[in-house]
């Protein structure tokens, strides 16, 4: 067991079962290369500061960055009782280049530095969460862009509504990522703040320079309070919530697709690439990869609910429960950009049933708005207009026919006012054509909407 960097005022070692308990090392192994940037950064302002000698600080450094690779190849052996990364990258260095080593510490404590780390892991990945989202809106476009003309069955409470356009469909998820993407973007100025220098929580009587090192580790900001900079963890749980929301609409985007890849609808074909197979059923072709993407929210959410909870009623300013902040931030980063990655290649190769999407919004009432429309035209009132379609579609519901059926002969004996043109009137894609108001589902409007998005990305 390796001798404890806080061991002096002690008599007894933990045994080993506590130190297990204790340790972080199993995951914030994760945060090597931010823990060396910090500390290279903090070891350039002490030696410019005058507090390590600039030959002490070089020493540092260049045995910090053969840490770093060591430590990526599996030569350092990491150790439970060292804690965490922080003190086990410490240990190696003091190893190595002997008493020198103890003076990386000057001024600082691991209360600042592990905040420091977290900024730059969180800033990081939430500037490739953005990336990859931009890259999945980048797939719905070209989808949509294919699908300007394709006309599906528009739903409200599942029930078929009025035809759209299957552009216009998924185009709304465009939009929906854009605002994540906003959220992560607008988030990046809470999370872009240096706490170094915080120390452990009431800054230091060295003459260390703050903004130095903020400006080194390109930072856009710097905490005013060290309390604050050391107990803030907001960052964090901002963080999840964009995660878990946007998983929310990845989510709701997958249960869209189960439902279309179904035998029921059929509207859309998984590649065999993105489906998997029944161990028993020979016939199945399951969408298993949409099914995860949509199951895997409840992890995202339930980190954010983890994180607010162990926050309620912490006192200032570290306290050990903030290493709890870690497993779940990292898994939630996994698992959202792991998400985006299969959602796009599912997108990507998937196959858009054009023909049976026509035929099944001909088979089907969701022209019955167009009736009412049609009616309003020739100057009845809509509420009139809505009753006489009202009773139009329970004739043929009784007579099994949709409108599109219905003799001339019937309409007219519902309201002389309908003639022959009725019939090219409540066509599916003439209903979408006819909607040309600001975003709507007219191809015109959508055409107009893709050109607007395509400026976003
Ligand atoms: N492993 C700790 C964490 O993740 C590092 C900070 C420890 N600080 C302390 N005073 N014990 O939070």
Redesign the pocket.
Known sequence: MSKKAWGGRFEEKPEDWVDAFN??IHF?KNLVDEDVQGSIAHATMLANQGILTQDEASTIISELKVIQQDIHDNKVPLQESL????LNIEHELIQRIGAVGGKLHTGR???D??ATDMHLYTKKEVQNIITSIASFQQTILNLAEQHVDTIMPGYTHLQRAQPISFAHHVMTYFWMLERDKSRFTDALKRIDLSPLGAA?LSGTTYPIDRHETQALLGFGGIYENSLDAVSDRDYIVETLHNISLTMVHLSRFAEEIIFWSSEEAKFVTLSDAFSTGSSIMPQKKNPDMAELIRGKVGRTTGHLMSMLMTLKGLPLA?N?D??E??EGLFDAVHTLKGSLKIFEGMLASMTVNTDRLATTVRQDFSNATELADYLVMKGIPFRDAHEIVGKLVLWSIQNNMYLLDVPLDVYQAQASEIEEDIYTFLQPDEAVKRRKSYGATGQDAVKHQIEVAKQYL
């Open positions: 340790a972080s914030d804690e965490d990364i922080h404590s691991r209360n530095q592990v452990a570290y050990k903030m290493q902040d870690k």
